[in-house]
C-alpha cells in the first residue's frame, strides 16, 4: 500500500510503498511505516533511527528530524496511527456493526451479555476485551482491555474474514485518551458507570471523565447508551448530539427495569424495554449486575434486537470468567471476582451480604504503579463490609508489596478496625483465609478475577486465583 493510500500528503517522489506498521522500533521490519509516538514517558522519535536501520521506509512524525528517510508529518500521530491502520487493512469496522462499551465497572459482563443477545437473535458476534478476543470458534487471551491501533485493526480484518457480523468491545479510558479507537465508527457506545480509578494516569476526576466523554460524539459513535442513574451519564446525556437510548432504576429511562430479587443463584427482575415488559433471569447476583443486564438491553433496543433475544440473551449466560464465580466447597462458599477499585469492591460485598448467611472474609490488594488515591480508601471499605479481611499483594509491579498494604492499611485504621491481618503473599492470604472460613462462611477472593498471572518487577509470573484455590480445597480435602 502506497504511503499517501493511508492518508498522509506526500509528494510523488515521497509516494512509497508500505509493507506494514509500527510503532515499537523493536518490531520494525523491511519497507514498515514507523510512528514516532509522543508520551509521558517516551518519544518515539528517539528511536526513528534504530527503526530506519532496521529497514523502515517511512517515518511519521510530530517534528523533522536529521534522518535521510521520507518522514510525513502531523499535529497528533496517535489519531494518525489510528486512521492508518485503519486503511492499512481496508477499513474493515466498516463492514462490521460495532457496539463499544466504556465504563470505570462492568464492561466485560456487559460486553458477554451484550455478545449472548445478539447471538440469541441470530447473528454471529465477536467480542473483544479484558479476558479475551473471541470469534468464530476462536478465544484468544487478551494483552489489553482495548488492542493497540494496529492489533485492533487486525483483529477486526480477522473477524471480517471469518463471516462475523457484530463486534462488541471494551473501550476503555486509557484507549480514548490515547486515540486506539479513532478511525472506528460505532453502531452504539454505551456507558457503564463512573467511579474512581486510573488517576495514576488522568491525575483527576475531571481528566478522566473527559476521556469518557469524548467517546459520545457523531465522529465516534451513531448511538449513545448511557446510564441515568450514574451522574457522568446524565451530564452528557445533557449535551449530546446524537440519539440516545438511557436505562437505569431509579430515574425516568428507556429501558428499566422494578422488582429486583436476587440469592446466591443469581438476580431476577421485570424490565421495561420501549413499552416492551418481560421478566429478565440472570445467573450473576448483585444490584450492579441489573444494571450491566439493563445496560445491554438497551444496547440491544439501540440495534433493534427482537425483545425475546434480549430475554433469552440474558438468561443464556451462565458465567463470566472473574466475575462473581462462585466455588461451593464443603466447608465454606469462595467468591472470585475482578472488583478492583472502591466502587466495585463495595458492590461486590453488598450484594454478598444481601445473601450471606454467616461471616465475609475478603482477601484483596491493590496494584503497584497504578492510582494510590484509592488504597486507603478501599481498606476502609472493606473493613467495614467485611467481618475480617487479609490485605495481601495483588500485581505490585515494580512497588514493593509492603508499601502498597501499609498504604491501604492506613485507611483501615482511620476508622479503628481490627478485623484485619497484612499477609504479603498471595498464596499464603488466601490460604489463611481458606482456614479461618467455617460452615456457611464466604471467601472473597477479589482484585485478579480471571488473571492468568502476577505481574512482579517486570514479569508475569503464572497464576491464577481459582486454580490455587481448587488446589487447596484439593489438599484439605473439602
Known sequence: MLLSELGFSVTADEDVEIAGLACDSSK????????????????????????????????VVERRLPIDVVQAETDDSRAALSRAAAAFFGNPSKRLKTVGITGT????????????????????????????????????????????????????ADMVAAGVEYVVMEVSAHALALKKVDGVMFEVAALTN?????????????????????????EHARIAVLNTDDE?????????????????????????????????????????MSDKVGNIKFNLTGR???????????????????????????RDVKKVDGR????????????????????????????????????????????????????????KIVATLSDYCFVTSDNPRFEPPLDIILQIERGIKEIDKTNYRLVVDRKDAIRAALEM????DIVL????????????????????DERYVMEIAGEFGF
Do not use: W
Open 288 to 314: 450492579f449486575n441489573m444494571y450491566n443486564t439493563l445496560c445491554a438491553a438497551a444496547i440491544a433496543s439501540a440495534l433493534d434486537m427482537p425483545f425475546a433475544a434480549v430475554i433469552s440473551g440474558i
Open 324 to 379: 462473581f464465580n462462585i466455588i461451593n466447597t464443603a466447608k465454606c462458599s469462595v467468591i472470585i471476582d475482578f472488583a478492583h477499585t472502591d466502587d466495585g469492591i463495595a458492590n461486590i460485598l453488598r450484594a454478598i451480604r444481601e445473601f450471606a448467611p454467616a461471616r465475609i472474609i475478603t482477601v484483596f490488594g491493590c496494584g503497584g504503579n497504578r492510582d494510590k488515591t484509592k488504597r486507603a480508601v478501599m481498606g
Open 105 to 156: 465497572n462492568g464492561k466485560t459482563t456487559t460486553t458477554y451479555i451484550v455478545k449472548s443477545i445478539i447471538e440469541a437473535a441470530g447473528h454471529s458476534c465477536g467480542l473483544i476485551g479484558t479476558n479475551a478476543v473471541e470469534y468464530a470458534g476462536n478465544k484468544m487471551p487478551s494483552v489489553l482491555t482495548t488492542p493497540d491501533p494496529i492489533d485492533l485493526q487486525k483483529i477486526f
Open 445 to 464: 477472593i477479589a482484585g485478579k478475577g480471571a488473571e492468568q498471572y502476577n505481574d512482579v518487577m517486570g514479569r508475569k509470573q503464572p497464576y491464577n
Open 437 to 440: 472460613a467455617e460452615r456457611d
Open 232 to 272: 457522568l451519564g446524565v451530564d452528557i446525556g445533557r449535551n449530546i448530539k446524537m440519539p440516545v437510548v438511557t436505562y437505569g432504576v431509579d430515574n425516568p429511562s428507556d429501558v428499566f427495569g422494578i422488582d429486583l430479587n436476587m440469592s446466591a443463584y443469581g438476580l431476577s427482575y421485570v424490565i421495561n
Open 194 to 218: 463512573f467511579s474512581r480509578d486510573h488517576l495514576d494516569f488522568f491525575g483527576d476526576m475531571e481528566t478522566y471523565a473527559a476521556a469518557k466523554r469524548a467517546f459520545y460524539t457523531p
Open 28 to 59: 520494525v521490519k523491511q519497507g514498515y511505516l514507523f510512528f514516532c509516538l509522543v508520551g509521558r514517558e517516551n518519544d518515539g522519535h528517539t528511536f526513528a533511527a534504530e527503526a530506519v536501520s532496521r529497514g523502515a521506509a517511512a517515518l
